[in-house]
C-alpha cells in the first residue's frame, strides 16, 4: 500500500469566496434539522432531560407509587417541584418525581424500594441538550451564519464540473541532476491546470521526486501550496524533495517552505523547514539584542526580587483580608438563611397542624358537610404528606445549616488571625 498525498493551492488574494450552498446540500441540511427535531421531541416525550449526579440518598417514607428519598447535590438544581424524572441507579433506570429542592438537597419519589438509602444515583431531566446545539449550528450555516465550504469535496466526487487541462506555459522547474521522465512532466502540466487531479504509481516510480517538482512549480507560479498526508513520513519526503530542489533559491534561504506538525525523528529534513531553525536563523540580530539586554538585567533583577517580595506581602495581605470579608458576609448570609430555615418549619408545622386538624374534620364528617366544606379525606391526607416530608426536608436543612455555621466560625477566626500576622510583619 502506498502513501496518499494530498496538495492544494492558492493564489495571493485578499478576502474570501463566500458563496451559497447548493440547493442540494441545503435540502440535505434541512432533512438532517428535521430528523434532529423529530429525534429530539421523541426524547421529551419520553422523559428526556438534564442529567445531575445526587449523593447520600436516605429513605423518608413510601408515598403512593413512590419511595421517597432525600439526596445531596454538588451544585444547584434549577427545577420544579413534582416534574416527572428518570433515576439511574448501577445501570437500571426507574421512573420518579421531583417531590421537592431545598438548597443543595432534592427530595426524589422513586417508584422503586431501594431500601434506607442510595449512595448515589443519577437524575435525568433533559437529554437532548447536543441535539439541540447540533441542530442550531445547521440552522445557523442555511441563515448564513456560519461558513460550510464544501467546494472542494463537491469537485472531488464529482457533483460539480472541474477544471481538467494541461498546463502549456514554462514550469519553471529549478535545476537538478534527477531528470523527469516524460509521465512525471505531463502530471505535472496536469496538476498545474486542473482544479482537481490524482496521481498515482506503485512504490519506486518517482512519486516522492515528481511531487517535489510539483511543488516548486506551484511556489513558482506565486501560489500558496499545502501538503498533507495520512503519515508524517510521507509528509516529510514531499518536504524534503521539495527543499532539496530549492535549497539555493530565495523560497527556501527566506523560510518559505515550512513543514508544520510532528516531523519524524530520522527525517533528516533540512533546517530551513523546520519552524524553530527558521526562526533561529531570520533572529540572529534579535538575538544579540537579546543577549545585550539579557546583560544589563542583574542590576535590575536584584532590585526587583526586594520589591516582588514586599508586593508577595502585600497581596498575600489583601488575599487575607477579601477573604476573611468573604466568610464574615457568608457567615451572615448562613445566619440569615439558618433564621429563614427556622421560620419555613415553622410555618409548615402549623400548615401541618391546620391540615391533620381538616383532615380529622373530614373523617369525622358525614357526606353532606364533606360536599358542602370541601372535606375530602383522600386529598387531606396526600396534602399531610407533603407537607411532612417538606418538614423533613428542612429540618435536615436545619442541621447542616448549623454545622456550616460552626465551621464558617472557625475560618473566621483563622482568617482574622492570618490577617493580624501579616499586619505585624508589614
Request: proline letters at 3%; a negative charge; charged letters at 25%.
Amino acid at each position: 500500500m502506498t502513501d496518499s498525498i494530498f496538495i492544494t493551492s492558492t493564489s495571493h488574494t485578499d478576502g474570501d469566496d463566500n458563496c451559497s450552498l447548493p440547493q442540494t446540500e441545503r435540502g440535505l441540511i434541512r432533512e438532517f434539522i428535521q430528523a434532529l427535531a423529530e429525534e429530539i421531541e421523541a426524547i421529551k416525550k419520553g422523559r428526556g432531560g438534564s442529567i445531575i449526579t445526587v449523593y447520600d440518598g436516605s429513605f423518608v417514607r413510601r408515598e403512593g407509587p413512590f419511595f421517597v428519598y432525600i439526596f445531596t447535590t454538588e451544585s444547584p438544581l434549577i427545577v420544579m417541584d413534582d416534574a416527572p424524572a428518570e433515576v439511574e441507579v448501577g445501570k437500571q433506570k426507574f421512573a420518579g418525581q421531583i417531590i421537592s429542592v431545598q438548597g443543595s438537597e432534592v427530595a426524589v419519589g422513586i417508584e422503586h424500594d431501594f431500601g434506607k438509602s442510595i449512595d448515589e444515583a443519577r437524575l435525568i431531566t433533559n437529554l437532548w441538550y447536543l441535539l439541540e446545539a447540533l441542530r442550531k449550528r445547521y440552522e445557523e450555516i442555511l441563515n448564513g451564519e456560519r461558513i460550510l465550504d464544501t467546494r472542494l469535496a463537491q469537485r472531488l466526487f464529482g457533483y460539480i464540473p472541474t477544471v481538467s487541462d494541461s498546463y502549456k506555459g514554462d514550469l519553471n522547474l529549478p535545476p537538478s541532476d534527477c531528470v523527469l521522465n516524460d509521465d512525471q512532466i505531463v502530471a505535472i502540466r496536469k496538476v498545474c491546470g486542473s482544479d482537481v487531479h490524482f496521481i498515482w504509481g506503485p512504490p519506486g516510480t518517482g512519486k516522492t521526486r515528481t511531487i517535489g517538482f510539483l511543488i516548486s512549480a506551484l511556489l513558482r507560479c506565486n501560489l500558496r501550496v499545502l501538503v498533507v498526508s495520512h503519515t508524517n513520513v510521507a509528509t516529510d519526503h514531499a518536504i524534503q524533495s521539495a527543499a532539496e530542489l530549492l535549497l539555493d533559491t530565495e523560497d527556501y534561504q527566506s523560510g518559505k517552505l515550512v513543514r508544520y506538525g510532528n516531523i519524524v525523528p530520522d527525517s533528516h529534513l533540512p533546517e530551513m523547514v523546520i519552524p524553530d531553525k527558521i526562526a533561529e536563523r531570520l533572529g540572529q540580530n534579535l538575538k544579540r539584542q537579546k543577549d545585550e539586554h539579557q546583560a544589563k538585567l542583574g542590576p535590575i533583577h536584584s532590585t526587583l526580587s526586594s520589591l516582588r517580595e514586599v508586593e508577595s506581602l502585600l497581596t498575600h495581605q489583601k488575599a487575607a483580608i477579601g477573604s476573611l470579608g468573604e466568610l464574615e458576609n457568608n457567615l451572615r448570609r448562613c445566619v440569615r438563611d439558618h433564621e429563614s430555615a427556622k421560620s419555613h418549619e415553622n410555618d409548615l408545622t402549623s400548615q401541618l397542624q391546620e391540615a391533620k386538624t381538616r383532615l380529622v374534620e373530614a373523617q369525622a364528617a358525614g357526606k353532606i358537610k364533606r360536599f358542602f366544606f370541601g372535606l375530602d379525606p383522600a386529598k387531606l391526607q396526600t396534602q399531610v404528606s407533603k407537607i411532612e416530608t417538606k418538614i423533613a426536608v428542612v429540618r435536615r436543612s436545619i442541621t447542616a445549616g448549623a454545622a456550616k455555621l460552626d465551621d464558617i466560625r472557625v475560618a473566621v477566626d483563622r482568617a482574622q488571625a492570618e490577617v493580624n500576622r501579616y499586619a505585624k510583619e508589614s
